[in-house]
């Protein structure tokens, strides 16, 4: 009997995707001011990456660039479709909702979109709200829509929770994980807030003093934290300079001596 012969062939490596942000050796100044310095960044398509850092870090310039606000020169690598939410909602009090969702949007369908974009974000019932009657939660909202009607390749998101309150912020992460999920933008988080980081990034980025500082991924799966978060918690406060054993917050503050 006839043996088979039967050759083998290796599996191709697997290529990584390029990235959708990249910047290398990316430095800023104002005057005789260095506010980024020597900067490496990269945020790979779809990758949810949060960043950190004290006041004065650097972290707005950062936002700035990125959004197109500033220029990015030097070879920067920035995809041309992003949007930007901000801490401020920033409607206009004198056009309703869904005309806010589609600024700069063309088309004789933008109401159609607009209730669309709503629908996801939870205000299908407010359109033709004016600005000024919602709450901080909803403003938000029809801010994330405008964001997402563009359908970004990146999000910005510039500490866009602060200003709410803690049940609100919670309802408003769930939703953004879900809209991430769904559109799969790459997304910037810049955040004051170590939990809020933890629970919701990949990989934690931490800028001082014009540079990443210090890059933590975030090993275990959304919902299934607990394990990691306290040495996680631990090292991020101690890149921002905060030492501690890795105890929760009522742990860390006002400890009985």
Known sequence: MSEVLRISFPEPPVREPEPIVRLQGFSRHFGETR?????DLAIAPGEFVALLGRSGSGKTTLLRTLAGLDEANGGAVIPASRATVFQDARLLPWKRVWQNVVLGVAGEDRRQRAEE???????????DAWPLTLSGGEAQRASLARALIRKPELLLLDEPFAALDALTRIRMHALVLSLWRRH?????LVTHDVEEAMALADRILVLDAGRIAAEEPVAAPRGQRASVVRPLRARLLGHLGLQTDGGVYADLIGRDT
Do not use: F, I, T
């Open 35 to 39: 506010v980024l310095d020597d900067l």
């Open 117 to 127: 974009a709503l629908r996801e974000v939870g205000l299908e019932h407010r359109p």
């Open 184 to 188: 799969k933008p790459a997304v910037l």
